[in-house]
């Protein structure tokens, strides 16, 4: 008896040492391709990123690519974009937010991992961009031209053949979805993922090198839209009247309010090493609430998430674009199209969250 267990031991022990021993050539495999194929850093793994999908027209500049679509349909596009090929696309308004310098020097998004990857070498909480575009496998060849041209670090890409991406925004772990579609926009915002609609900006800025900058409105993109609710209904009387009886009862959570806690996660890692003052992440808040009469429920709501912004700006009814004009962010987040066309005249690059009651009037005007 004692022999023939030992017999059945051994197939069992001979399965073990071939797992350990395929174990063993897959790590040899991946560390020989990631030091002689590549320099490259590799992308964190998905679970641990801070995952940015963009649209391929969010990304680059399709303008004319789009009218061929629409006046010629399908087939003419799709010929068009491979006898384009080796033609690169230019910058549409999400490429200022992820964007490598042509002297290789990181800017934004990028810059953000660079510093983050030499204060925590081996920690994978950082960005990871996604190319999520419906255009057709045939016209990645242009996409990876591009996109190599301008040493933007993406390296997953989901192509859907005409079909809409949204569905993979999941699959991914999406943190945030930026598009120049707002109907797959707002298909992304009701299935709970924090996305906005691109706009170009009408003036050429200037960016920050070193600092990504990221503003946002309150009301309907960090917080929820129910005070906004009040005002739209009741007057502007009846909404301060409301946030000063509110005052210590938080908000609850818009449809950004994660990106805001993201970035924060980010931020602390770099106080974390002293470097608060040398931080390349800033956020604003530009709000067109009045501070004395409705401000305190706003900051004291983010005080009870844990959050940080470090600049608040309340406007009180005044235009945002000027002000904007003066931060230079990379990217501005508001509910209102108004407040997004204010802003593009004057350079800044705006996207629009379509999410709460301003989206009803929006319509019905």
């Not at 974009?81 to 990181?106: M, T, W």
């Not at 959050?307 to 005044?318: M, Q, R, S």
């Amino acid at each position: 008896m004692s022999g023939s267990g030992s017999e059945e031991a051994q197939p069992a022990r001979a399965v073990e040492d071939g797992q350990q021993e395929a174990e063993q050539d897959w790590a040899a495999a991946k560390a020989f391709y990631d030091n002689q194929v590549t320099q490259r850093v590799r992308p964190p793994k998905p679970q641990n990123a801070i995952t940015v999908a963009v649209s391929s027209r969010a990304l680059f500049n399709l303008v004319e690519e789009q009218r061929i679509y629409e006046e010629q349909g399908l087939e003419k596009y799709v010929e068009y974009q491979q006898n384009n090929e080796n033609v690169i696309l230019k910058p549409g308004p999400a490429f200022y937010f992820v964007k490598v310098a042509r002297d290789g020097s990181e800017r934004a998004l990028e810059h953000v991992n660079a510093r983050l990857l030499e204060l925590y070498p081996d920690d994978e909480e950082r960005f990871d961009i996604v190319l999520m575009t419906n255009n057709h496998a045939q016209v990645g060849v242009r996409l990876i031209n591009s996109i190599n041209h301008y040493g933007l670090t993406i390296e997953r890409f989901c192509m859907t053949g005409g079909e809409s991406p949204i569905g993979y925004l999941t699959a991914y772990l999406t943190n945030l979805y930026l598009s120049a579609d707002s109907d797959k926009v707002q298909e992304a915002i009701e299935a709970g993922i924090a996305s906005a609609t691109m706009f170009t900006a009408n003036k050429d800025v200037v960016y920050s090198d070193t600092q990504l900058r990221v503003a946002f409105d309150g009301d309907a993109v960090i917080f929820s839209d129910e005070s906004e609710q009040i005002f739209k209904e009741q007057g502007l009387d009846r909404f301060f009247e409301h946030e000063q009886l509110n005052e210590n009862k938080p908000l609850a959570q818009g449809p950004l309010k994660g990106v805001l806690e993201d970035l924060g996660k980010l931020q602390k890692k770099f106080y974390a090493k002293n470097e608060r003052l040398n931080c390349p992440i800033r956020t604003y808040l530009v709000t067109a609430r009045s501070a004395a009469s409705s401000g305190a429920r706003v900051l004291k709501t983010l005080r009870s998430w844990g959050l940080e912004i470090d600049e608040a700006l309340f406007l009180a009814g005044a235009p945002k674009g000027p002000v904007l004009v003066k931060i230079r962010p990379h990217i501005f987040f508001d509910d209102q199209m108004f407040h997004i066309e204010g802003a593009q005249k004057l350079g800044t690059i705006a996207a629009h969250v379509p999410y709460g009651i301003a989206q009803k009037h929006q319509k019905s005007t």
